[in-house]
């Protein structure tokens, strides 16, 4: 799945002063591609990740995703297409406290109604949580949850997953777990993949870096070993 | 019968036994002045029966025996009234005796029944009933509007409850959204819980209140005298729960609703968890 952003614009209106997180950001994604996004903290990472979700809108630009323009899209055509191409691992997890981890992994195959307990049940074998399914959130570490979250975020099969700082709750080892498995989707499975991370640990897999500044794309980086230099 | 016609009356057939008059005939009645003043049967009722009956304040003479209702009477003009009571006021009682002969005895009996002159008992009985009819729809205004704020109160303690709720899920129904669920089946799921939230409560409000509220009990006071009541769980009254368990589930549901849909799903994903 290829991403193309062009122009994107996007501000915020907190108080009397707009803020710009995001200004003429224009990038390009290939099929199959582990993408790391790096940058301080309020660069605009999380929002450049929410407008590609089209959990957002920008002001102005285009995103388009294998073509699909994402950002004039209705509420409900956008939430067709995260659910057909999109997974999504949010850095608070955001699991559902009132569904053990296999019902929380079954979620975002109830909007097709097609619910295969089994697919879920392998996808928390995959990452190691086999024997935790009937826990719930509350029951679970930092790192079950978010690897609870990552089997949700892979169990449509989709061709983009996008992670919003997957490993910052983490501790190492879960961390290298967490990076493994998503590494996994892109190689094995052929999946889009960008990573928001702070973490430079983790920019050894990556295909390619984007460096986000104050809102505008001030590196992109196809060599990661120089960037981590 | 005209309100110009004279001495005109309309019986009941009870009545028109009890007098011996038939349809034409003529009955005399002694006026309060002491001259007796003749009627001309112009019409006889098949039943007399009054439907819904207002309440009985005392307890008022009636050719039926048992008879909680008016069963027998004799209908004349206004103007016919005035003349034979010698006042200018509704009179709603007319005691009719069989001959001219009898009416001291009658009077005797209407006296030593209620110790009161009959013209004045009458009035007196008129007002005291227009006065208990006046506290009676009083009391039940008042009965009426604490039930209502009763109902305002309960209807808005339930729908703060339940935004609260909704607010603090406010964030699951933005992450239904991004993952992917179409904002009606979001909004679906919401609704469903808010449903079974509040069908729950109804349901087991009302049992309680079948359980536990008295099966009789009597008005205080002024209608103490009306008897028990008792109170019914009715299609109305399931009426009025449904209608409240819908008005709380809206309005308990709407500013959610309407912060999801003004709002993106990131802005509301990223608010502090309450």
């Given at each position: 799945m290829t991403i193309v952003g062009r122009s994107v614009t996007k501000t915020y209106q907190r108080g009397p002063q707009p803020i710009v997180?995001?200004?003429n950001v224009s990038f390009e994604v290939s099929q199959g591609e582990l993408v790391l996004l790096v940058g301080p903290s309020g660069s605009g990472k999380t929002t450049l990740l929410n407008l590609i979700a089209a959990l957002d809108w920008p002001d102005r630009g285009e995103i388009l995703v294998d073509g699909l323009d994402v950002t004039g899209l209705s509420r409900s055509t956008a939430a067709g297409y995260r659910d057909e191409c999109v997974g999504i691992i949010f850095q608070s997890y955001n699991?559902?406290?009132?569904?053990t981890a296999l019902e929380n992994v079954l979620l975002p195959m109830l909007p097709r109604r097609r619910p295969n307990p089994r697919h879920a049940l392998e996808l928390l074998e995959t990452v190691g949580l086999g024997d935790r399914s009937n826990h719930r959130p509350s029951e679970l570490s930092g790192g079950e949850q978010q690897r609870v979250a990552i089997a949700r975020a892979l169990v449509n099969e989709p061709a983009l997953i996008l992670a919003d700082e997957p490993t910052g709750n983490l501790d190492d080892e879960n961390a290298r777990k967490v990076i493994a498995l998503l590494s996994d989707a892109c190689r094995q499975r052929g999946k889009t993949v960008l990573i928001i991370t702070h973490?430079?640990?983790?920019?050894?897999?990556?295909d390619r870096i984007f460096e986000l500044r104050m809102g505008a794309l001030t590196r992109t980086e196809s060599d990661p070993v120089s960037l981590a230099r | 019968m005209r309100s110009d016609d004279g001495a005109v009356a309309v019986v009941d057939q009870a009545t028109a036994q009890a007098l011996g008059v038939d349809l034409g005939g003529t009955f005399p009645v002694r006026k309060t002045d002491g001259q007796d003043l003749t009627l001309r049967v112009v019409g006889i009722l098949d039943r007399l029966e009054l439907r819904y009956?207002?309440?009985?304040?005392v307890d008022a003479p009636a050719l039926r025996p048992g008879s909680s209702a008016v069963t027998s009477g004799v209908f004349v003009t206004l103007r016919a009234s005035e003349e034979i009571f010698g006042r200018p006021t509704l009179t709603d009682a007319l005691v009719v005796a069989r001959t001219p002969d009898t009416v001291p005895a009658v009077v005797d009996r209407l006296r030593e029944a209620f110790r009161l002159e009959p013209g004045v008992f009458v009035s007196e009985s008129y007002s005291r009933f227009r006065r208990r009819v006046h506290d009676f729809a009083l009391t039940l205004a008042l009965f009426t509007a604490v039930g209502a704020a009763t109902a305002v109160l309960a209807g808005s303690f339930g729908a703060n409850l339940l935004h609260d709720v909704y607010a603090d899920r406010r964030r699951q129904y933005a992450m239904l959204l991004a993952l992917g669920f179409r904002p009606m089946q979001s909004a679906l799921t919401g609704i469903a819980f808010g449903l079974a939230t509040v069908g729950a409560s109804a349901v087991l409000g009302s049992v309680v209140a079948i359980v536990f509220a008295p099966k009789h009990f009597a008005m205080p006071s002024l209608m103490a005298e009306l008897g028990t009541i008792e109170p019914k769980f009715d299609a109305l009254v399931v009426a009025v729960l449904a209608g409240m368990g819908v008005a709380i589930l809206a309005l308990g549901m709407a500013p959610t609703a309407l912060q999801l849909a003004r709002r993106s799903i990131a802005a509301t994903l990223s608010e502090e968890r309450g």
């Open positions: 997180a995001l200004q699991l559902l406290p009132q569904l973490d430079r640990e983790l920019i050894r897999p990556a | 009956p207002p309440p009985r304040t």
